[in-house]
């Protein structure tokens, strides 16, 4: 089973249809105990930062995701849910995130923001990802100290981090469950990897 | 470079797809379900769907229509029509919408604008915003075109944004349905007035008209209705067009 986490915000129904159409079974959760027990562990995002981890640890889900992820379960995290892994976020400078990766959370310094649209991802790494158009909603990007986790990056008034890629953690900026065909490939391979 | 986006639209009515001129003579154009996997299919970025009469017993249709599409297609989507409270906007994004878009309420509530882009954030809440031109200037218009706001439609636009709205649909009424082409001069004027991203909508008609729109409206993405449901042209035509006139498109 995979655990869709649920923190009350974002719109989890279009991870879950998509993993529908996948015929993969899931569960939209902010149960603890789901989390620990689950396959693999999808978090999805919309909304901001500080809201995000704030609900994950008055929920107490924080120390079982993270455990999780040490144990080596199968994570992906969309939008919010990539930005999630890293220190801090120049949305809510004050609120910590996961701290699993170095790094920081900045806000497109050019252009219309949000991002909003369809973007070419360029694929640095093999296995999950290829080049193409995905759908972003963003004003906010990665930034890692450690290059080597960038598994694609997009332009938009320069390059920018739009997914990495670490042994069991994978995290895309964009939506690949609105991100058409392409996407529900994407998701695809996430599943057989 | 983020890619300009082509977005069909769906004017529905007690659960079929219709289209009009001017906001007025409707005509039936189809099923909301079947001509959604249709664009979808054809490489259209998004869909809006708009509950044109938007009753209480035609909501409920919607928000089966909404589950539907939400199941079947894997594209971005947005609901509009009578949307009024907080609790209207929940209701549809749990149904599936991606986004919903707010006109009327907007005008008579702005601070809905801010609750609902708190509540649920800013890339959800789409402000649409009906335009007609007067003497003095460029006018909003609520209840589908039959009321005047007395708002200017600059300054509307720029409140919308202070607010929280995410992105504007901006219609021209003088254009609607007519296939004239966009209105290129109050599309550059809010797309380059605004920083959130404009949707142009009323008066797509040749392909010339969805070139204009980008490289002279200066808009993110074109709304368009009749010239896909009469088959005029299909999404993927309008992208290889744009294509060969320098305007970045998803393919």
Redesign the interface.
């Known amino acids: 089973m995979i655990a869709i986490i649920d923190y009350g ?3 989890l ?2 991870v879950k ?2 993993l ?2 996948l015929q993969v079974d899931s569960r939209i959760t902010n149960k603890a105990t789901d989390i620990l027990k689950a396959d693999r562990l999808i978090l999805p995002g ?3 930062f500080g809201f995000m981890m704030d609900s994950l640890r008055k929920n107490k889900l924080e120390a079982p995701i993270k455990k999780s992820i040490q144990n080596g379960k199968p994570f992906l995290g969309i939008c919010l849910g990539l930005q999630a892994l890293f220190e801090e976020s120049e949305e809510n400078s004050n609120v910590k995130g996961f701290c699993i990766f170095k790094g920081k959370v900045v806000r497109f310094r050019k ?10 991802i360029i694929s640095k790494k093999k296995g999950i990802f290829r080049d193409g ?1 995905v ?3 963003n004003s906010y990007y990665v930034v890692p100290e450690d290059r080597s986790i960038v598994a694609t990056t997009t ?2 008034y320069g390059n920018f981090v739009s997914s990495i890629k670490q042994d069991n953690i994978t995290a895309m900026q964009f ?1 690949p ?5 392409f ?2 490939e994407l998701l695809r391979r996430w599943l057989k990897c | 470079m983020l890619a300009k986006r082509i977005i069909p639209c769906l004017d529905v009515k007690d659960g079929k797809v219709i289209k009009g001129k001017n906001f007025v003579n409707l005509e039936y154009a189809g099923d909301p379900v079947e001509l959604a996997r249709r664009y979808n299919d054809d490489n259209a970025d998004e869909l809006v769907f708009l509950d044109i009469t938007a009753s209480y017993e035609n909501r409920k249709i919607m928000i089966e229509i909404v589950k539907e599409v939400a199941k079947q297609l894997f594209i971005p989507f947005t609901v509009g029509g009578g949307i009024n409270s907080i609790e209207d906007i929940r209701e549809l994004l749990n149904a599936g919408a991606d986004k919903v878009s707010i006109n009327t309420a907007a005008v008579k509530n702005p601070v809905l604008i801010k609750e609902a882009s708190e509540k649920f954030g800013s890339q959800c809440i789409v402000v649409a915003i009906d335009v007609k031109k007067e003497n003095s200037g460029w006018k909003v218009y609520i209840k589908g075109g039959k009321e005047t706001a007395s708002l200017d439609a600059l300054e509307w636009a720029k409140k919308v944004e202070k607010l929280g709205a995410g992105e504007i649909l901006l219609t021209s009424i003088d254009r609607d349905g007519t296939k004239k082409g966009y209105d290129l001069k109050l599309t550059k004027l809010i797309s380059e007035s605004v920083s959130i991203p404009v949707i142009a909508s009323g008066g797509a008609g040749d392909l010339t008209s969805l070139s204009d729109v980008f490289n002279k409206g200066k808009a993110d993405a074109a709304l368009a209705a009749s010239i896909f449901h009469y088959n005029k042209y299909s999404v993927s035509e309008v992208k290889n067009y744009l294509k060969t006139n320098n305007v970045e498109v998803r393919r």
Do not use: L, M, T
């Not at chain 1, 469950?177 to 065909?181: A, L, N, P, Q, Y």
């Open positions: 915000a974002g719109n129904r279009s249809n998509a529908d159409c919309d909304g901001s252009g219309k923001v949000p991002q909003i649209g369809w973007n070419n158009y759908y972003f909603v332009d938009y939506h469950e609105k991100s058409g065909d996407g529900i």
